[in-house]
């Protein structure tokens, strides 16, 4: 539908001078705070909404240090303790020749989460502005970010998995390390800050003056 | 113009603002987005039988990945299975405390949790009567919810996890193990049926008083 045609200028709520409830979609006369049918705050169409997503972008990336830097497993094998990182446990897999896990793990856990620190801060310095230049592509990036960021968590759901099944005593057994939670903080923080940050933004500019669409 | 527009005449989709004519659709059709493509509206009956009917399959596979045994490993004599449960409790030792509870929120608690409230919000609607009371904030807090709800992507991190382990042990998956294969298969259906947009209309329609 709209998706893959030439880009064309569509009529938002915002433009028309009314207000759309991002919870149900319901439209609202301009200054209306709450949602009549779903009981959702109606938030303005404001810039002051970005505070939300770089305090959340700030504490993700902070946590997302630790989560490097310390083991996310520790492994006991026949006695000897060894202890992998995130970036450890990639390099382990690619050793056993298992190309397409290390694929999914290294995507999962370092280029999504790093794609996404530069998305989100990309859309936050760019949109709001007076000009709507490049709104589709800006639409499109909050899509995949929006629809992405959660799949990071596949790693510590691995590390929960690895440290309950791997309890054979002697021979082997795996426990989780602290990056398991500082990556966990970080994958929330930074769903939360591209949750707060609102599409909307996207097409605030100079108005169109096109008719709503059917 | 801008004055003369009736914000009941239209709706603003979620997700990218776009205005559209609000419209009563046939049984068949469906609105979109014209600039993003997320859905709009769904018919509304026969959505609403098919969300209810596929919540309720999901909460049996729920319990039924709860209950029985998920994971086994075996070698050199020694063996370790693992339920759902357990797998959620790995960080519960200590200070990841904190992380186990959340773990068992994202793959267990809020999907169950989210399936119930679905049911709850949907049934009386789908027999024409008034929604029960508190529907709007039990939705509200079930579209919420919907991010952190992660069974699925639970089910790629056992995947990963067997590849880890295959050298090292011979594993053995349960019955939990598939339970939780078909809930995923169960819920992504169930997305397809939903529209938030005809579930709120429902809901505000059929208010009572
Ligand atoms: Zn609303
Ligand atoms: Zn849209």
């Not at chain 1, 006369?29 to 009549?36: E, L, Y």
């Not at chain 1, 303005?44 to 939300?52: E, I, K, N, W, Y």
């Not at chain 1, 492994?75 to 382990?92: F, K, R």
């Not at chain 2, 797998?87 to 119930?116: E, K």
Request: proline share 5%; with cysteine; hydrophobic share 50%.
């Amino acid at each position: 539908m709209g998706r893959h045609r030439h880009e064309k200028a569509y009529l938002t709520a915002h433009d028309a001078g009314l207000t759309g409830c991002r919870q149900c979609g319901k439209v609202w006369p301009k200054d209306s705070t709450q949602c009549g049918r779903c009981g959702a705050h109606l938030q303005p169409v404001s810039t002051a909404s970005l505070q939300r997503v770089w305090a959340c972008w700030w504490a993700g990336l902070f946590c997302y240090i630790p989560a490097n830097a310390y083991p996310m497993l520790r492994t006991n094998m026949l006695g000897s303790e060894s202890n992998s990182t995130i970036m450890g446990g990639v390099i382990d897999l690619v050793g056993h020749h298992n190309y397409g896990i290390a694929l999914i793990v290294f995507v999962a856990s370092i280029c999504i989460p790093i794609a996404k620190f530069i998305a989100v801060a990309y859309l936050a310095l760019v949109v709001g502005k007076d000009k709507r230049a490049g709104g589709h592509p800006h639409l499109v990036i909050y899509e995949i970010v929006e629809f992405v960021g959660r799949w990071s968590m596949v790693d510590v759901f691995v590390v929960a998995i690895l440290s309950a099944l791997v309890q054979l005593g002697a021979i082997a057994s795996i426990h989780p390390g602290p990056a398991a939670a500082a990556f966990a903080l970080s994958v929330a923080f930074t769903m939360i800050s591209a949750q707060s940050f609102d599409p909307r933004l996207i097409w605030r500019g100079p108005k169109v003056s096109s008719p709503p669409h059917d | 113009m801008n004055t003369t527009l009736d914000p009941a005449a239209y709706l603003a989709c979620p997700h990218c603002d776009t205005l559209h004519h609000s419209k009563h659709l046939a049984a068949t059709e469906r609105a979109r987005c014209a600039r993003c493509d997320t859905l709009l509206i769904a018919p509304r009956a026969r959505s609403f039988i098919h969300v209810i009917a596929l919540s309720f399959t999901a909460m049996i596979l729920m319990a039924g990945a709860i209950f029985f045994p998920f994971l086994k490993i075996d070698a050199q004599g020694f063996s370790n299975a693992s339920s759902v449960f357990q797998a959620a409790m790995a960080f519960s030792d200590g200070l990841l405390l904190p992380l186990s509870i959340g773990v068992l929120a994202m793959i267990v608690g809020l999907p169950a949790v989210r399936f119930a409230a679905l049911i709850y919000v949907l049934w009386p609607l789908t027999h024409g009567r008034p929604a029960y009371r508190h529907a709007r904030t039990v939705f509200r807090l079930t579209e919420e919810m919907q991010p952190w709800a992660m069974a699925e992507i639970f089910i790629i991190g056992t995947a990963v996890a067997l590849v880890k382990v295959a050298g090292l042990a011979h594993v053995s998956l349960g019955p939990a193990f598939w339970a939780f294969c078909a809930l995923i298969i169960v819920t992504a259906l169930k997305n397809s049926y939903m529209s938030s947009w005809t579930i709120w209309d429902a809901i505000a329609t059929k208010k009572p008083i």
